[in-house]
């Protein structure tokens, strides 16, 4: 059996990153049910499905010793969304490594906390990882998560964009890849 990493916490000016809470459940579930927030991501997830995601992300923790933090506000300490790293398995897709990745609860978009979240993340990612590149995917009609991607400094590299074999047809079907290097 591994062993047990602790989730190291991310602090920016305004944002705490950290290990989820039970008191996240609740606030994590109301995101995950708002349509408008899994519009780019498929049908709002049932409150067992928001809370097995939860356990994923604990575990995945536990065994990589990076993921999905908690993002909640310094100030206030209220719950706002996540931000972390995903592993993209080569050959699962037509690109593969480290994906950064943020999902904000409504009342959370348009603060700029998905940009200073990514921020977080890539800079964790490249110093205390040791990655030497970081991608980002989204739908190609995610405008928002794009444009913070390219805040971030992510370039657009179209020869991984892809279709997701597991979306219906539509506009979830295309996906866009975007990446950062060291």
């Known amino acids: 059996m591994a062993a047990t990493r602790s989730v190291p916490r991310l602090h920016t000016a305004r944002l705490l990153l950290r290990e989820w809470q039970e008191s996240d459940l609740a606030p994590w579930a109301a995101m995950n049910a708002d349509p ?4 780019h991501l498929g049908a709002p997830l049932t409150r067992a499905q928001s809370d097995a ?4 992300f ?5 065994e990589r010793g990076y993921g999905w933090w908690a993002v909640a506000e ?4 209220a719950f706002l969304g996540f931000a972390g790293f995903d592993r993209v398995e ?3 897709l037509p690109c593969h490594g480290v994906e950064v990745g943020w999902r904000l609860a409504r009342h959370a978009w348009g603060h700029g906390y998905a940009t200073e979240a990514g921020r977080a993340c890539l800079d964790f990612g490249f110093t205390t990882l040791g990655l030497s590149e970081i991608l980002a995917l989204t739908t190609a ?10 805040r971030l400094g992510m370039v657009h590299d179209p020869a991984d964009d892809h279709e997701d074999p597991t979306a219906p047809e539509g506009p ?7 990446r950062i290097r060291a």
């Open 141 to 150: 009609t995610n405008t928002r998560s794009r444009a913070v991607m390219e």
């Open 172 to 178: 979830r079907r295309a996906v866009v890849c975007y």
């Open 74 to 77: 310094r100030a206030s300490g």
């Open 90 to 92: 080569e050959g699962s």
């Open 53 to 56: 995601s939860v356990a994923r």
């Open 36 to 39: 408008e927030v899994r519009r």
């Open 58 to 62: 604990r575990a995945e923790f536990a």
